[in-house]
């Protein structure tokens, strides 16, 4: 009987996962739109942006082939982002502010399960949190620097991305290392990263900046 | 005796692969004199070209060192198409046409042996195509950003380049899955692939871009 | 009583291992703040720049985790470098040439580093100096990538930077090949890329460029 909350957790988690697949996707299929590309470059980049950050997480912690290349969801869910993305790009364009939240929602999700996935494997605390932020921005850094534009997750007129990312990896972290980590302690991190995110957008939080 | 034809495949492939690594370390070499950089520069880019594509792919399916590492061929042939390109490269800009045909050839067979080095690591079959594709055009994408360019694969001024080996990919894909997989597939698919790519230059081929 | 002279190596091999991470993060976030990016932007640049070429290196051998994620204190000296550029830049500009000293130090035990991993991963001769090559620039070169500018190890008005590391490899794999390989092999070599390299930038020596 204990399975079917665990089933629950794993669908829910899987829907979750491939949701923040699918906003990463338009993501790096709209970035291509923007910068004329064609359909071949939209999916390139939406299946960078969408996958790059689970791939370098994968290669790091050793997990060949990276899950990428396992669940077939994974490789077609940017395919749907960027046909999507093709046909619907104006409209997009408009509900930007929709596409910044599940970006964010996508950023609270990546960031956690790269967390948990290093933990799982050993990793020590700092070295988790590292590897959930890289998880968390990765994509969105291949998508900028492929696209010929610097990060934006470097650049100080970006509100908070990484910011909210490390809380959320910390915490994560921090509730195993106290021996209180259950189902609770990732999805309140997701929940911590996208309200952070949403609110940096919302009221213009930065992170500082050296004095010139 | 059927070791005879085996061997001449063997040596066909590797004498094939070195032509491909060539090719596209003459591609990275002569971007590097475009862009002004020194003899560094125009070696690690025709490295990097050439054997960057092969290293994501290994790197991927797990083979420690990567084939670039293991058979000595491999980094010598750069440097050579260095060499040739450094005390020639107005001849060969003169003959443009030449090194995008032979680029074409290297295409061909850098994503038709990403496609089987996929499948025989089993990977499923939209994996293998994945990942033969980007072993084909990977060495590219590195190359242009190093160079500080937009990887020209996703430009919509390019001719058709990911398409053909998409198609080749499948192809090889689609034989192995019906179960008729010989060694007439992925030299029939390389073929093909060098066959489109070039009728694309020739034509004028694009891949659709979205409506403004 | 052998193990006094090892333990003294190992702690020196360490020590300078860290230092060579703390110049070339202080590198990372100096660039970071040239282009007026904000802590973040600072922490990812120095992260990058003073662990990448190590993570390179442990993928292509294929140690997983990297040496980057196992000890703490490499990903904690970046941030480090990060604060002390943080507040003291200016003071750091003013001293760019003992950064450049410094940086010399970091390529020459980087170089050295990688390439005795190599060889005790049974790379080959060419493989390991390539390999450790790598280590010593690959982090400089994803800190210009992802700043956005061409990286500067490929540029010609750069003074010699490859060059220094490529015999210091050569030297290490030279004295293994021949099995005079001992403690000073090391410690001679990467004296000698920084010995090389600072009489570069002194001298200004460059690297020959192709004939326009």
New interface residues.
Partial sequence: MPQHPVELTRTLEEVLNLTGIFVFGISGALL??R????????T??A?ITALGGG?IRD????A???AA??D?GY??VPLLATAV???A?PRIERIRIAVLVFDAAGLGLFCVSGTVVALA?G??P??AV??GVTTG?GGG?LRD???????F????D?EL???PAILGSAIVVLTAQLHVYGPAAPVLSAVLVFALRVASLRFGW?????RP
């Fill in positions: 291509a739109v910068k004329n590309f064609d359909i071949i470059g939209m390139v980049l299946e791939v290669l790091i912690i050793g060949h082939p990276p290349f396992t077939i490789l077609l993305t093709f046909f790009h494997h990793l020590g700092v070295q590292v590897l921005i850094i620097t492929l696209a010929g534009e610097i990060p997750v470097l650049r100080a970006s991305y990484a910011v930065r992170a500082p900046q050296p």
